[in-house]
């Protein structure tokens, strides 16, 4: 029961940069979008090390 609070969790925080993402696209912003991308993916890869 608690990896599904942890799964949850992690799946709430993905949605959440993945809809600044968006809208950063969306503006025309791609250099925060892709900052964001970049630190999720350094936040994926410090989590599967782990």
């Known amino acids: 029961m608690d990896n599904t609070k942890e799964f949850v969790s992690f799946c709430r925080k993905l949605l959440r ?12 912003e791609n250099d925060k979008a892709l900052a964001l991308v970049k630190e999720l993916k350094e936040d994926t890869q410090k989590d599967i090390e782990a």
């Not at 940069?17 to 025309?28: A, F, M």
Request: proline share 0%; glycine share 8%.
């Open 17 to 28: 940069v993945i809809e600044k993402i968006e809208k950063h696209l969306e503006n025309g």
